[in-house]
Structures are given as structure tokens and as C-alpha cells.
């Protein structure tokens, strides 16, 4: 999925308005205007459609984090990725809702998109390790809807 399908999918999933997407990258780290925001929210066929770099996608998604679960001003910042992949906007979602592999199954399970553990665990494995499977854009979809269904 683009950074402007996940930006979307995740602002209908929290009922955020337009400014609050600026505010979630400035929770994250970053500095970004409403109307910057308001033009990575457009359509893409839409005039004045902007796409979404993966630095402010990744501070975002960071401010997501911090906006469901705080933060801890004991540990430092984490380090930003240089590239945003499905993988990392599926574990980021799972660390900010605070999902465990049960609770993804069960909600995959009740939408009608059936995966076994094992494909499951190899999503968040680490890009080198043997096991580890790309997310695919249809099943971060899923999961977007399910989490909006729950």
C-alpha cells in the first residue's frame, strides 16, 4: 500500500480530522503544515494530491504509537526507518493498539481472511532471517478493516 493509502485507512480508523494528521507527525518527531496534510489526504487523481514522504509516513506512524499508548521519557527516541514497508506499518499498528498474535488472528479470522501462526509470526520477523515473508498490500488491508470492525 502507498504511505497515502495507509495515512488515509488510518484516519477513518481513528475518526481523526485533518489537523489532527499534523499533529500525529508532530507527536512523532516531525513538523508538518495542516494544508501538507490536507494534500497527502487528497485523492491521488485529485489537483493538489501531494505523496507522502516515508519520513513523515514514519514519524506518523510513531505518533500514532505515542498518541494510543503515551510515552516513556525514560527510554530514548527510537530511530526512524529510512524506508516505510508493510511490514513495518504492520507492527507499528500492532504496538500502538497493543495486539497480540490472538488478538490479529481472531480479528482476521472474523473479517473471512484466514492465516495460519506460522504466517503470521513470519510478517514481524526481521527482514534478513529466513523465515521472513513481505506483507502483502491485501492482507494490510484486512487488517485495517478489522481493526476499524473492532
Not at 23 to 33: A, K, N
Not at 54 to 59: K, S, T, Y
Not at 74 to 96: E, G
Request: with cysteine.
Amino acid at each position: 500500500m502507498t504511505n497515502n493509502d495507509v495515512l488515509r485507512s488510518v484516519r477513518f480508523l481513528l475518526g481523526l480530522n485533518d489537523g489532527a494528521i499534523a499533529d500525529l507527525v508532530r507527536l512523532g518527531g516531525g513538523t508538518v503544515s495542516p494544508l501538507q496534510a490536507i494534500a497527502w489526504l487528497r485523492p491521488d487523481d485529485e489537483p493538489g494530491f501531494a505523496p507522502c514522504p516515508d519520513l513523515e509516513m514514519a514519524q506518523f506512524l510513531e505518533g500514532v504509537v505515542v498518541h494510543k499508548r503515551g510515552k516513556d521519557p525514560s527510554r530514548p527516541a527510537r530511530a526512524l526507518p529510512a524506508r516505510i514497508t508493510n511490514n513495518l506499518v504492520l507492527k507499528t499498528l500492532r504496538v500502538a493498539f497493543a495486539l497480540k498474535e490472538d488478538d490479529l488472528l481472531t480479528m482476521l479470522h472474523a473479517s473471512g481472511f484466514e492465516v495460519s501462526r506460522g504466517e503470521l509470526s513470519a510478517l514481524f520477523r526481521a527482514p534478513d532471517h529466513r523465515n521472513y515473508r513481505p506483507c502483502g498490500d491485501q492482507f494490510l488491508r484486512n487488517v485495517l478493516k478489522s481493526l476499524g470492525e473492532r
